[in-house]
């Protein structure tokens, strides 16, 4: 699979480029399984949109990453959470309006970075949004321009980027791009 991308303007976010990405059951499982259970130390996710994010780190590994009914969980143990990422039926006895179920499956998945002002990327991510294109979630992959705890870093880290080249490599069929190592640093805020 060879994925072009776009570029595109988001207010509070600004130049975004999009890689496009399957959302087949298959696809989304297989690529939140991974991102869960092998880069759970290393992500931050949550939602992110104008208003609010919310940003949550793994407690540990997840107990388990499981699909049912079309729904993704990841169970970590004292919590968990659910995406629709499949066909969604319900149960026998109460089934889900197709439309409904529609909506609340993923309709738009895509990995992005944001790019600053000199063009470099300086934010890297993973996006899913329902049938009705409102956001299920956000995956921040780890940052170069930031260390513990989210701290601005004066160096970047490079090797923070292994997860999003292993990522292009294996779920867009991209090699890494030098591009990504170009950047100068990261401000929080938009």
């Not at 895509?110 to 329902?130: H, I, Q, T």
Request: proline fraction near 7%; charge should be negative.
């Amino acid at each position: 699979m060879d994925i072009a991308s776009r570029i595109v303007e988001e207010p509070g976010m600004g130049r975004v480029e999009i890689f496009t990405l399957p959302t087949d059951q298959d696809f989304l499982f297989a690529l939140l399984k991974d991102a869960f259970e092998v880069w759970w130390r290393d992500i931050v996710f949550g939602s992110l949109v104008q208003g609010a994010v919310f940003e949550i780190r793994a407690p540990n590994a997840p107990r388990k990453v499981s699909l049912f009914d079309g729904y993704l969980t990841v169970d970590f143990g004292a919590w968990h959470f659910h995406v629709c990422i499949g066909p969604h039926k319900g149960a026998p006895r109460n089934p889900v309006d197709p439309e409904l179920a529609r909506i609340r499956r993923t309709g738009r998945a895509e990995m992005y970075r944001v790019l600053g002002a000199d063009g470099a990327p300086k934010s890297w991510g993973l996006r899913l949004f329902n049938g009705a294109d409102e956001q299920q979630m956000t995956l921040f992959f780890p940052n170069p321009f930031l260390g513990e705890n989210d701290r601005i870093v004066k160096e970047p880290d490079w090797s923070r980027l292994s997860m999003w080249d292993g990522f292009r490599q294996r779920y867009l069929g991209l090699d890494a791009d030098p591009l990504d190592r170009n950047g100068r640093g990261f401000r929080c805020g938009g």
